[in-house]
Every structure is written in C-alpha cells, then in structure tokens.
C-alpha cells in the first residue's frame, strides 16, 4: 500500500476527507508514536510569539526541527544531574559518579546511542566540538591532495560553512582554485540529479581528492542517494565524505554499510541536543587500528588505557575515539544524551514510517488546498522530513508572518522558501493540518477569488493539551 493509499483507507473508514482537521485528529490518535511527544517542551503560543493573549496558552505549532529541535526533557534532567555531580564531587566526577556516567568515560554513552541512528558501528563514532571545526580536523586526515588528485567535489549550494571550510582547505594546502569543483542542477531545474552526479565522478575522479556532498540537502530537502554516489566515487578511487547533519534523526542512514570514509553531523537539529549542541563523527572501522593514518591530534585521542601516563608518545585509541582532540565536554554532551534517550524509545525505521506519512499529508494539503500558489521545490521521492516552499514574491513575507503571528514556528531563507519540517518525534497531524490551513487564510486574505475553496471543517480542531 502507498502512502497516499493508506491516508485515503483512514479517510474512508472514518468517512473523513483529508482536508478535514477532523481526520488529522484521527490520524494522531491513531499515531503509534505519539506518546513521544510528551517527552518534550513544546512552547506556547505566546511564547513562540512573543505576545500575552488570553488564548495563547495553547502549544504552538513547531516546524523548525530541521533548525533547531526542541528541549527533550530528559536533557534537562540529564544536564541538572550532571550539575549535582559537579556541585557534589568536583573533580572526582570523572572516575566516581552516582548515575554510573564517570565524565572520562562518557563518550561511550553517546557513541552506544548514537550508532545505531547513522548506521554505524559504534568503534566508528566520535563525539567531539561543533561540526565546523569536524569538518576541518577530518578534512586535515583525509584530504590528502596530489598533483594529480586536488580536487573536493561539493553541491553548488552547499551550506555555505561547508563551503568555506572546503574552499579554505583548499587554499589552506596551497591548491589552485579549480580544485573547487561544484555540482550545479540542470538550467532551470532547482535540485540535482543523481545521474548528473555520477557522471560528473566519471569524468573528473581520477582528479578528485574527496567527494564531501550532504545527506539531505538544507535549502531543498533533497536526500541524496548517498549509496550509490559512494560506490561510485569510491569505484574512482575517491575519499567520500558525507555531512550529515540534516539527515541523522531524520532519515535511516548505513555509513558503515555504504563504506562511507567518513562523515560528521551536528545534534541540534533533528538530534535535539540544543542550542550550539556537540557535533558527532564517523570514521571508517577500516581505519580503525591505522596508527599512521595522518591526523591532528590531541591528548583524548590517546588510548585511554595509557593516556593518563603522560608520555608525550601518541599511541592513538581505535576507531573514532582516536581522533578526538580535548576532553569531552561533559554539559552540552549530557543535553544530547537526554535526546538519545528518548530515539532509544523508538528506531529509526519507525520514525521514517510516520515521517512519510506526515510529509504527504503535508504534501496533499498543500496541493489541495493551496495549489499553485505554492511550489513545493522538495523532490517526493528523495526528501527526509522537511518540504521546502516558494511563494509568489508579492505574498512571501505576508506568508511568513501570518504563520509566525499563528505560532506556526518555521523559517524562512531568502528571498521567497518557506521551510516546513515536521518532526516525527513530537509533531503531529494536526499540527500540518493547521500550518496549511494559516497559509491558506494568509493567501485568502490576500486575494481570495484565486484560491481552492476548503472542504467544510467539521469543528474547531482542540489542542488542550499539557505542553
Ligand atoms: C547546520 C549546518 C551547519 C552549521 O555548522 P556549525 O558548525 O554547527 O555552526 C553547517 N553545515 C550544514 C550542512 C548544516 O546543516
């Protein structure tokens, strides 16, 4: 069965149309992953807006996931506990702890948890800064240009801190300037086709150093085929790189399995670890015990049986762990765990199962309801949860702020997408049903004759509920 099938076999057993917020209710009490939601702080409506109405007491509706995702409050518990051990033990926290986490060892805590999310072993997962810096210090190991092999291939529109970390990497190691080579869509077409991607690899890998794209794609959503661009890049005798950081949390990943070399992500996003959170690593278990793999390195990148013995020999820990640099930051690392906690709640496959179906309900309504006064630029086949928009220039910022004025949280990139992206860990059915139905009374009002008229709603949609 489709997804469309299965909304529309729910639509039919409750003879409810899909435009009705009646049946978004349906499909929340139907979600098996709902009980997720109370796991986190939604904020108010008021809070998201920043007024003092009598009725904005309600949660409002929080699509920015992809940006920053909201406090898991297992993270401020976590955080709180950690706080107490400091306050109780000082120093000795890092060998004696009462919640069994010694801070020198709670890298494994995270790596344990985190592993299963990416597709990796958890030998291949480090925990360390942000993910900037990441990029920097994997680049420093597997960015090892020869004049013959110079080359990084990145997006056209890579985030631009990837784009600036590569390019300086580049200048950084003394390579001339074509050894940027960007991967550009089509005229006319707003995403890249897979196909342009591997041909672009056949004709210039035997020049290309790293191939380093993103999983999920920031701007447009798009979820590259990180499979069968690595087999193919590797087949060129390419590193192969991936950023990650919109995809982890957000769509099943196999890094050991696509034998990726080696990627890093960010956790505030879909991870929810907040604000400036720690950033993760992967490295390849096949350079796991590679001593002479060249690196930067630091003290924590030392076995950790002989670190502390101060011999000025670096003996590198295997795996991952061998390539983090300074002790690990016990208070941001203790706000992702909390966030760990609740995906161990669930899997990932079960999480990609509701997101589908949020992102085509999402989908359906903008295309019922609103029509082509929105381009939806996502591709529907490749996307994770997020589904970028594009308006009419003389209605975007209208738009945007009758969603920000609804407490509908989203954000907006310049100069006319809209980002939508609800997460499947707390958002749910009714709150798609309320973004398209503030956009639709955005557009209403600005001019009402152009627009699909919506199937009569059966009653106020309720959202009493704790936040
Ligand atoms: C969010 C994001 C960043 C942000 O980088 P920081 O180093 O965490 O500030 C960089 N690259 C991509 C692709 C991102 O999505």
Redo the contacts with the bound molecule.
Sequence with gaps: MTVMEHLLATANKTGLGLEDPCFAQEMDRADPLARLRSEFAIPTINQATGRDAVDGNDPCVYLCGNSLGLMPKQARRILNEEMDEWAARGVVGHFRHSKGRPWVGYRSHIVEKMAPIVGAEPIEVGVMN???TNLHLLLAAFYRPTDQRYKILIESKA?P??HYAVESQIKWHGRPEDALLLAEPRPGERTLRTEDILSLIAREGSSIAVVML?GVQ?YTGQVFEMDRITAAAKAAGCMVGW?V??AAGNVPLSLHDWDVDFACW?SY?YLNSGPGGI?CFFVHERYAHDADLRRLTGWWGHDAESRFDMTNQFVPGAGAAGFEVSNTPILISATLLGSLDVFSQTSMAELRDKSILLTTYLEHLLQTRIGDRVEIITPSKHRGAQLSLLFASEVFEHVFSALMDAGVVCDERKPNCIRLAPAPLYNTFSDVWRAVDTIYAALASVDANDLPKCAAPCAVIGFAESA
């Design positions: 942000t993910l900037t985030f801190s990837d993103s920031y950023d950081t919109h960010c996003k950033s």
